[in-house]
């Protein structure tokens, strides 16, 4: 963000300080006296009318995100508006030609011919710089939506690795077939789980965000066949805020993350755990808590195993919301890893 | 053949009990729900084999294995674990993926059953000390082996280790020599040195040596120093 700004600022100054200085020299070889002192001053006076009015046109266009028109659209709004802005820098610099006796007779700059010719040529400037200014950012945004995709594709591919894994599967395969014999209802309730939960995973590739409840759903499934395998060595705890449906999450991101703190948390305790999953809206942001039983421990983020998913999430979530979200996995107190993420109402587009 | 099966969840173990009804051979005396117990319930009920899950709280499969002295014959079972079998030689294992097939759990249980058959001709000591007979699992760094004692020429300490000479592969294993020495049967190994312990049924040939000790060649090349003290020992041993 600052680096953008500083590179726009740079382009801006630099930009119409060689316009005043090529105006300064042209005007000093065809001249056979040379350049005035007063025509200096006008040509600055001149470049800083212009560096203002383009300064303004650009946080005009930034307000009502141009940027984001189709080309068509964006050129039937640019163009009208750089012909008044030609015309309006056109009479912005008549009092000081007028100040620095650049025109003798006053009423030459009132003159038709001379407002059209004159604003013409700031138009056609106004045109070059908006050629510049909107074809950097369709540039830009062009190379960060390929990054988007190929980290996107990266992203899947980790996930069909990783999200939904085989052990999962095959273990809840497992429970649910030794469930048949002893509790036929609830083995035919756990396949529904299973299978809601693979559709979802089809599915998701592609859609970028997904219904909060929808989630919701896929963590709930995901626990109950969860719960069948661990039994009462799983205890699951859900503290859902109500406002919570109106945001939209990455999808299988909760789950991951409920995951991971089974995984690596309460499988591995001899007695079991608790894992806890609360939501809270504040301020038009999502916070998600999970708390499971176990101790990270130093480096487990890099660990062989704790990883891929922890990247990934990062990764997502950076992608989706910039720096609007945040993520983070720590020790809250000897018996319990918290995993928070907190993230926006809205995608940010600028 | 007395089983004991080895799992974190009772369903898993439900489960496998159900397919195993079918192998009236095979005879479950125990189940254990992690590492500790299941430690506990081979020392006391001495199955001969062990269906083992290798991912569990606490302790996993491996390090359980690590534990025992004489490992029974392992049959592991598993989600997906492609990672962990690896380690293993080919053929070198048996295993099977849950949700548990019966078609597979029969070939395993006939090739468990036909191992078996020829171990049985030996008699198995009844003080419980390792013989010739018997496999220990021995896990070096990434990888792991089950080894007969039958074929392991030597024994050799190496600061806190012991390193286990069979076929060309000499690993490390975290006990002491003389931990090792008190288990092991003494009509099949013995106490060359402080250093040693060999495997009598590899012995080649055997020269005087300074000191009035002895230089025994193994089978295969390796020599041995038998120490002035337990040389009198040896040609006792030796010469029945």
């Known amino acids: 963000m600052v680096n953008k700004k500083r590179l726009y600022w740079t382009l801006q100054i630099t930009g119409w ?47 009502w995100k141009w940027l984001n028109l189709s080309v068509p659209k964006m050129m039937t709004r640019v163009l009208p508006t750089i012909s008044v802005l030609g015309i309006a820098i056109y009479f912005l610099r008549v009092p000081f030609s007028i100040l620095f006796n650049i025109v003798t007779v006053q009423r030459v700059a009132f003159d038709p011919r001379q407002i059209i010719i004159g ?9 070059v710089w908006s050629l510049f200014y909107f074809t950097y950012h369709y540039i830009a945004r062009y190379n960060k ?101 109106k945001f939209l999450v990455p999808p299988f991101m909760i789950q991951t993350l409920v995951e991971n703190g089974i995984k690596h948390g309460i499988s591995k305790l001899t007695q079991g755990g608790t894992i806890h999953v609360k939501t809270l809206v504040d301020k038009n942001r999502l916070k998600i808590q999970i708390r499971n039983s176990g101790h990270l421990l130093n480096g487990a983020r890099k660990g062989k195993f704790g990883g891929t998913g922890i990247k990934n999430t990062m990764q997502r979530l950076k992608l989706l919301y910039g720096d609007e979200a945040s993520f983070r996995i720590v020790n809250e107190n000897n018996n319990f890893v918290l995993t928070e993420i907190i993230i926006p109402q809205f995608i940010n587009t600028a | 053949m007395k089983a004991l099966i080895v799992d974190d969840e009772r369903l898993a173990r439900k489960e496998l009990m159900k397919l195993l009804e079918e192998h009236p051979s095979i005879e479950i005396v125990g189940e254990a729900m992690n590492a500790e117990e299941a430690i506990q319930m081979v020392n006391e009920l001495n199955p001969d084999l062990l269906f083992l899950d290798i991912q569990m709280p606490g302790k996993t499969g491996f390090q359980l294995l690590e534990e025992l002295d004489a490992v029974p014959f392992v049959v592991f079972t598993t989600a997906y674990d492609e990672f962990a079998l690896k380690a293993f030689e080919v053929n070198a294992l048996d295993y099977l993926l849950k949700p548990i097939q019966a078609d597979r759990l029969s070939e395993t249980v006939s090739k468990i059953l036909d191992k078996e058959k020829s171990k049985s001709a030996a008699i198995r000591s009844a003080d419980k000390k390792l013989g010739l007979n018997d496999q220990v699992f021995v896990k070096d760094g990434d990888r792991c082996w089950f080894v007969s004692l039958n074929n392991v020429r030597m024994f050799e300490s190496d600061g806190n280790y012991i390193k286990v000479y069979f076929d060309s592969n000499r690993p490390m294993i975290h006990k002491s020599l003389n931990a090792l020495d008190e288990k092991l049967d003494e009509r099949a190994f013995f106490r060359a040195s402080r250093k040693h312990i060999i495997n009598l049924s590899w012995v080649e040939s055997i020269e005087q040596w300074f000191n009035g000790g002895l230089m025994v060649k193994l089978k295969g090349g390796d020599k041995v120093e038998v120490s002035r003290r337990q040389a009198a020992k040896f040609k006792d041993m030796m010469s029945l």
Do not use: W
Request: proline residues 2%; glycine residues 2%.
């Open chain 1, 145 to 245: 939506s390929l990054k988007y995709e190929a980290s996107m594709i990266e992203i899947e591919l980790n996930n069909l690795k990783n999200q939904l894994n085989p052990h999962f599967i095959f273990n809840a395969l497992n429970s649910i077939r030794a469930l048949v014999d002893e509790n036929p209802v609830k083995s035919k309730q756990a396949i529904n789980h299973l299978s809601n939960i693979l559709r979802n995973s089809l599915t998701f590739e592609k859609k970028g965000l997904t219904k909060f409840e929808d989630e919701l759903k896929i963590v709930k499934d995901y626990l109950s066949l969860e719960s069948i395998r661990f039994e009462e060595r799983l205890k699951t705890e859900l503290d859902i805020h109500s406002e919570s449906s």
């Open chain 1, 119 to 127: 604003s013409s040529f700031y138009i056609i400037l106004l045109f």
């Open chain 1, 17 to 63: 300080l060689s316009y005043v200085l090529l105006q300064i020299v042209f005007y000093n070889f065809s001249n056979e006296s040379g350049i005035p002192l007063r025509r200096i001053f006008f040509f600055t006076i001149e470049g800083l009318i212009c560096l203002g009015v383009t300064h303004l046109f650009r946080n005009y266009v930034n307000q």
